[in-house]
């Protein structure tokens, strides 16, 4: 085996580099668990009796979020409301000049006139040729009206309610400026005050008659319109900013005061002040408490740990002998371990009455679910509710919470088992919501909980069941690929004949692929038959054989019936031909990333087992009178480590002895199933499958069975021109 090769079987079976991945798996969960950095949960509920009395022992304060929301509904109250303050068109035909103009017949007229009644001085003191009187006059009336304009419209009705609301003043916002103004509801004007206004100014400007000006402002009620307009955007954007700008209302609490008293029930305030208080003692905490806090901590999690290795050894072996698989195991306990991190600091960090939503929410669920299809139903079921006691004690949580995180991994594992399509999951994500739906609710009745507590705890536990669901959906592509241990789904896509490498087999060495498709029959029922993978066994055996692509002219099954080119090596050369094709093949599947199982199952379906042919031959021939090591003639290795790659052994020997029987009876058949499986058995080499007597006989009538279906005999069909009745010159008798 090369330097590569040996490392890497080193890193997979070495006790030193398993004893290392323990003391880190160890070591983080330790430090996940006791190095929290925030306070435990808090156990009482809104709504609810309080359990105990509780006093404290230091002095601490807390907001009162009444008072503060009252000071900032204060704050909000207080904000005037914005305006947005239309631009003035002097050219429009409602402008005052225009109104006053029209009914005088139009400019010409209304220059004669007022020329010769009202404004002799304006004209002899200001006019000139270039500025007859009306221009003046215009421009004067325009100039008033832009003023009025600018001071704001209003119409009276909102004019009213703001005065009613005790506004006193309003923000006006100008086209050609973002700030804002102040401008007092006093100085506002409505259009029928606003005509006044202009009458006013105006006849003061010309020394007209009460009379006059009366007159002018009755012309003028169109001219004056509402040009301030709400602006909700920008008032709501201020009145947020003033509810934002008010500090929260801090009370102080001294020690020894009583904060609840048992029996009271808990209200929003008294959930705020417990948190405080925890988050004082939190920080005042000595460091001996620390250090405590962790050595009991690596106590339990050493504790767990201790058994789940105990039950890996004694009843997953195959597991417990791959660091590889040992892991992923570590790394799903991550996941699980930090997706409760996560939910730890988010509830904390939340409104008490936002938290409660998060009580029941688990992410146990997506633990399961990915041991259970990566690793198999039995250590899932164990590791189950390891899991959920790590997250519970982590999020110090109640029975609940561990009722919901045992039995929602459960429901997912038990709807999972078997699954062969991802979409599956999903159906298992329904299933881990119900029974997670049941928990809570039947806890609620348990603890009297009302119904609106009981809804949110409900509608967490739910949502945690969804995203369990889609957590593990994406972490079962990452882990497949990332550790190339793939779950029955997985191995379903890899089962496709189609894959590039079985296609490669199909074209080079076409013998061994039916060979390897036969091989993959038999052992999935014989897998079947004795509880193991039978998925796996088969995909396992349709690529067992794929390193005879690199040289498929040296292998019986695919020579055609021509002259063997062994026939012209000497037999330690044909047995080192034979030989590296296990080789090849486990390099050819670590290439396209096959599932290690598979890999596995390449290196291991021929054990150690001897070359028997070149050996006998080499003995007859000594081969040069050279000494001939029986070593020499035997595979590498390892033997099979599972059953299904021991499975994948005894089918390839029995469909490869099968073939070359001349007179394939269910007789001849059994005794050489038989004759293979002892001698495999007597040469050690099924020893570390766990495979025990009785499934060795399953095994062996199971392929008894399929290979006897195979070579059934068929009643010979009559030749052209041959009458019915008789088939191969024999009539048929009814």
């Not at 698989?325 to 009455?353: C, D, E, K, Q, T």
């Not at 995180?405 to 999903?426: K, P, S, T, Y």
């Not at 029987?661 to 020893?687: A, G, I």
């Not at 007597?693 to 008894?704: A, H, R």
Request: aromatic share 8%; charged share 20%; hydrophobic share 45%.
């Amino acid at each position: 085996m090369s330097a590569p090769g040996l490392i890497r079987n080193w890193l997979e079976t070495s006790v030193i580099s398993r004893g290392l991945l323990a003391f880190f798996l160890t070591g983080v969960t330790v430090f996940l668990l006791s190095w929290r950095g925030i306070p435990f949960r808090l156990q009482e509920v809104e709504g609810q009796p309080a359990g105990r009395d509780i006093v404290a022992t230091v002095d601490f304060t807390y907001p009162d979020w009444g008072r503060t929301e009252e000071a900032a509904q204060a704050a909000v109250a207080r904000q005037p409301p914005v305006y947005n303050l239309g631009g003035f068109r002097p050219e429009g035909t409602r402008n005052p000049w225009a109104l006053l103009v029209r009914p005088l017949g139009g400019p010409a007229a209304a220059e004669r006139l007022l020329e010769s009644l009202l404004v002799r001085p304006l004209r002899s003191a200001q006019s000139s040729p270039e500025f007859p009187p009306s221009v003046l006059l215009r421009e004067l009336a325009l100039g008033l009206a832009r003023d009025i304009h600018e001071s704001g419209i209003m119409a009276p009705e909102v004019r009213d309610t703001l005065l009613n609301e005790g506004r006193r003043y309003v923000k006006v916002a100008t086209p050609s400026d973002r700030s804002l103004h102040r401008r007092q509801l006093a100085e506002v004007f409505s259009p029928s005050g606003a005509a006044g206004e202009f009458s006013r100014r105006f006849g003061e400007a010309l020394s007209l008659p009460p009379a006059a000006a009366a007159a002018i402002s009755s012309r003028l009620e169109d001219a004056f319109r509402p040009n301030l307009s709400s602006n909700p955007v920008r008032t709501r954007e201020l009145r947020e900013a003033a509810r934002r700008g008010v500090e929260p209302v801090v009370i102080s609490a001294g020690r020894g005061e009583r904060l609840v008293e048992q029996g009271e029930v808990i209200g929003f305030q008294e959930l705020v002040k417990l948190r405080a208080y925890q988050e004082r003692l939190f920080r005042e905490r000595p460091p001996i408490s620390i250090v405590q806090q962790a050595v009991g901590t690596a106590i339990v999690v050493g504790f767990l740990y201790g058994i789940a290795a105990f039950f890996l050894k004694i009843y997953q072996p195959a597991i417990f002998r791959s660091n590889t698989s040992l892991l992923l195991l570590a790394f799903i306990i991550f996941l699980v371990l930090g997706l409760s991190w996560g939910l730890m600091y988010l509830s904390w960090n939340l409104s008490p009455r936002v938290a409660e939503y998060f009580r029941h929410l688990s992410p146990v669920a997506a633990g399961a679910i990915l041991i259970c299809l990566l690793l198999g139903l039995r250590p899932a079921v164990f590791l189950t509710p390891i899991l959920a006691f790590l997250s519970a004690f982590m999020l110090n949580r109640d029975l609940g919470f561990l009722l919901v995180g045992v039995v929602g991994g459960m429901a997912g594992i038990f709807a999972i088992f078997g699954a062969r399509r991802r979409i599956e999951l999903f159906r298992a994500g329904t299933v881990v919501a119900v029974c997670s739906l049941a928990v809570v609710a039947g806890m609620g009745l348990v603890d009297g909980l009302s119904g609106s507590v009981v809804l949110k705890q409900s509608l967490g536990a739910v949502a945690g069941s969804a995203g369990a669901v889609f957590v593990a959906l994406i972490a079962l592509s990452l882990f497949e690929s990332g550790f190339r241990v793939f779950s029955d789904i997985g191995l379903l896509e890899l089962s496709d004949l189609n894959h590039p490498l079985l296609q490669e087999l199909m074209l080079r060495a076409p013998g061994t692929y039916h060979h390897s498709l036969i091989v993959g029959a038999l052992a999935e029922r014989a897998a079947a038959a004795v509880g193991a993978n039978p998925l796996l066994a088969r995909v396992g055996a349709y690529f067992h054989d794929v390193g005879k692509i690199v040289k498929p002219d040296y292998f019986s099954e695919n020579e055609g019936g021509g002259v063997s080119r062994h026939d012209r090596l000497i037999p330690s050369m044909s047995a080192l031909i034979l030989i590296a094709h296990v080789k090849e093949g486990v390099d050819l599947a670590r290439r396209h990333r096959l599932d290690r199982r598979i890999v596995d199952i390449i290196q291991q379906h021929h054990g150690t087992s001897l070359i028997a042919y070149f050996y006998d031959r080499a003995e007859r021939s000594r081969q040069m009178r050279f000494e001939i090591e029986e070593n020499n003639f035997r595979y590498p290795g390892p033997r099979p480590q599972t059953r299904e790659a021991a499975i994948v052994m005894l089918a390839d020997a029995a469909e490869a002895a099968s073939a070359s029987l001349e007179r394939p009876t269910t007789s001849r058949l059994e005794n050489l199933v038989k004759k293979l499986v002892r001698e495999r058995y007597l040469d050690s080499q099924l020893d570390r499958s766990d495979l025990t007597f009785i499934d060795l006989k399953k095994i062996t009538d199971t392929l008894i069975r399929v290979l006897s279906a195979r070579f059934h005999s068929r009643v010979k069909y009559p030749a052209a021109g041959e009458p019915e009745g008789r088939s191969g010159g024999e009539e048929r008798k009814g």
